[in-house]
Nanobody, 118 residues
């Protein structure tokens, strides 16, 4: 299984971006899917996740109400819609997925840079 994240870029404060994560060698069906971000010198942060078995979504407090995670199994893609961005959202964003029926992450995309200008 390989993941390919895309959609990062430069956006002004208050703007929006939509990150995409394409999966190859498998599907997102029955997998835990998540988005993480990391700033240099800081720990990687899990900003959003969606569980295959319940459909439940979870968000970091810092992004609740602004970010939305979704999975489109027909497209074999996962998305992170990010609205009302601010400078603290600037980071490298990674998508991740678990093995089938697992609630742990095993696969990681290569990361896409998001920069929010003030």
């Amino acid at each position: 299984v390989q993941l390919q994240a895309s959609g990062g870029g430069l956006v002004e404060t208050g703007g929006s971006l939509r990150l995409s994560c394409a999966i190859s060698g498998g599907t997102f069906t029955t997998r835990l899917v998540g988005w993480f971000r990391q700033v240099a010198g800081k720990d990687r942060e899990n900003v959003a996740s969606i569980r295959w078995n319940t459909g439940d979504t979870n968000y970091a407090d810092s992004v609740k109400g602004r970010f939305t995670i979704s999975v489109d199994n027909a497209q074999n893609a996962a998305f992170l819609q990010m609205d009302n961005l601010n400078s603290e959202d600037s980071a490298v964003y990674y998508c991740a997925a678990g093995k089938v029926y697992s609630l742990e992450y095993s696969y990681w995309g290569q990361g896409t840079q998001v920069t929010v200008s003030s």
